[in-house]
């Protein structure tokens, strides 16, 4: 079974900064996907970003971007030129690729409460 | 808006009683997925189905069934409720199971059992 971790309940950055959310994940699987979701106050889960886990470069959208190391088992999502929109709970989620799909059901984290502060 | 709908967004009854949330997909998805979203237990994946066959089954509980009908809209029964079942409930769908799905959310339901 995969276990996807985040360490950092709450956090906070100023307006236009940057801040970086931490993730990590435990699993045997060796081909899979990584999310990060956004639940804004309206709790409407929303994609923000995506992974493969057989791709190397990093993934971008925007402002925001991943530091995945495979390795480590590591996805942290970076957000660069934080808006006050950006306030909501980030979830990071685990999805196993499977040939054939017969089974995509995402494991979340615990989430992290991001703030943005004007 | 992500093309997913669930009815009713909020609902309040009380222990012992059952109810029915509602999902229709986005059109043209066939997958469709229930997940739970509690305080202690976080967001919880229950079960999904596929054009109308039930293809993998999580954190269910006995209590609780669900099904997916031939026009593909999605039906969580949650019966003998109890006040822990109080949560919010979400619907995702996906259009099918190729390597570049992606789920797609409703604004969920939110249950309240008093």
């Known amino acids: 079974a995969q276990t996807v971790t985040q360490s950092q309940p709450e956090m906070s950055v100023q307006e236009a900064e940057t801040v970086t959310l931490s993730c990590t994940y435990d699993?045997?699987?060796?081909?899979?996907?990584l999310f990060w979701y956004k639940q804004p106050p309206s709790r409407q889960m929303i994609l923000v970003i995506r992974?493969?886990?057989?791709?190397?470069q990093n993934a971008t959208e925007n402002r925001f971007s991943v530091n995945f190391q495979k390795a480590a088992k590591s996805f942290s999502l970076k957000i660069s030129d934080s808006q006050l929109g950006d306030t909501a709970m980030y979830f990071c989620?685990?999805?196993?690729?499977?040939?054939?799909?017969?089974?995509?059901?995402?494991?979340f984290g615990k989430g992290t409460l991001l703030t943005v502060n004007p | 808006d992500s093309g997913v709908t669930q009815t009713p967004k909020h609902l309040i009854t009380a222990t012992g009683q059952r109810v029915t949330l509602r999902c229709s997909p986005r059109?043209?998805?066939?997958?469709v997925y229930w997940y739970q979203q509690s305080l202690d237990q976080g967001l919880q994946f229950l079960i999904q189905?596929?054009?109308?066959?039930?293809?993998a089954k999580g954190n269910i509980l006995e209590r609780f069934s669900a099904q997916q009908f031939p026009d593909l809209h999605s039906e969580l029964n949650l019966s003998s409720l109890e006040l822990g079942d109080s949560a919010l409930y979400f619907c995702a769908s996906s259009p099918r199971p190729t390597d570049d799905t992606e789920a797609f959310f409703g604004q969920g339901t939110r249950l309240t059992v008093v």
């Open positions: 699993t045997s699987e060796s081909n899979y996907y």
């Open positions: 992974q493969e886990a057989y791709k190397q």
């Open positions: 189905y596929y054009n109308g066959e039930e293809r």
């Open positions: 989620a685990f999805m196993k690729q499977n040939s054939g799909g017969s089974n995509y059901k995402l494991t």
């Open positions: 059109s043209g998805d066939l997958s």
